[in-house]
């Protein structure tokens, strides 16, 4: 078992949704990283998601593409995406941490050199961005080779087939980006989202995340009702651009606004066992 499922099992058990993190590597400063992710777990993160900074993120809104231009030009690789990774992990050996990014940067590392040093270091998951259903089969067994879940995005415009295909590949959870759209851009239609969470669990038992499109506590709370995950990017990312370099202010802020979100879901959470018992 995996840290990923292993996390994912203890929070179905507990009735809980997972609370999915996301920031971008490097933002505003390589040195900043690893702190902000100890923050956010002492926040209520169950699982962190690392993006690997890219200069074409071509999924990504405004927020998240300028947190890639600030943290590339302070000169973040993805070789020191992983060194940040492995000094997480001489604090933190529990919380599972998936690696968020494209497949350019990979493939210039190496992808079975990748594979192999992102197991060393602690990474659980991958999450390729731009990976086709087609070109998948010729990446997800390295990666499953070095027990790395491949993490597989799902969009509202994916149809029956391809969902299919999509989740045979998939491990650790399937991302259900909530709106045709980048990141940060859209209002959520949880009723939607909701008819297209069932057909996911038709075709694969991996828990589904929500995300692209939850900035509040009350986005965090609507999508809880109907996902096991709730992925949130832009409004962290956005904190950490208001407030540049001042790294104890950030911090909190990290930590107020996630908190924010764990304590919708957790009210959340309580309401659907209440109605599940009555």
């Known amino acids: 078992m995996t840290r990923l499922s292993q996390r994912f099992d203890e929070l179905a058990a507990a009735g809980r949704t997972a609370l999915v993190p996301y920031l971008t590597a490097g933002d505003p400063s390589p040195d900043a990283t690893v702190g902000f992710m100890h923050a956010l777990v002492a926040a209520g993160a169950d699982v962190i998601e690392v993006g690997v900074p890219f200069s074409d993120p071509m999924a990504d809104g405004p927020v998240i593409q300028a947190a890639c231009e600030r943290a590339l030009a302070h000169g973040t690789s993805l070789t020191r995406v992983l060194e940040m990774v492995a000094e997480f992990r001489r604090e933190d050996a529990s919380t599972p941490v998936v690696l968020m990014g494209y497949l350019n940067p ?12 992102a197991a060393e270091v602690g990474v659980d998951g991958v999450l390729i961005v731009d990976l086709t259903a087609e070109e998948a089969p010729e990446i997800m067994p390295t990666l499953r080779g070095a027990d790395l879940d491949a993490v597989c995005l799902v969009a509202p415009t994916t149809g029956a087939e391809r969902l299919e295909r999509i989740c045979a590949n998939a491990g650790g959870f399937i991302y259900y980006v909530s709106f045709k759209g980048v990141t940060g851009s859209a209002s959520l239609d949880v009723s939607s989202i909701g008819e297209r969470i069932e057909a996911i669990r038709a075709v694969s038992d991996l828990p589904v995340a929500v995300g692209f499109g939850v900035s509040t ?62």
């Open 106 to 117: 990979i493939d210039r590392f190496g992808l079975e050199r990748f594979a192999a040093r």
């Open 217 to 278: 506590p009350a986005n965090a709370a609507d999508v809880a009702r109907v996902a096991d995950a709730v992925v949130v990017g832009s409004a962290l990312v956005r904190r950490i651009a208001d407030l540049g370099d001042d790294r104890a202010a950030t911090e909190q802020a990290l930590r107020d606004t996630l908190g924010a979100m764990r304590t919708a879901i957790d009210e959340q959470d309580m309401q659907t066992k209440e109605a599940r018992r009555a």
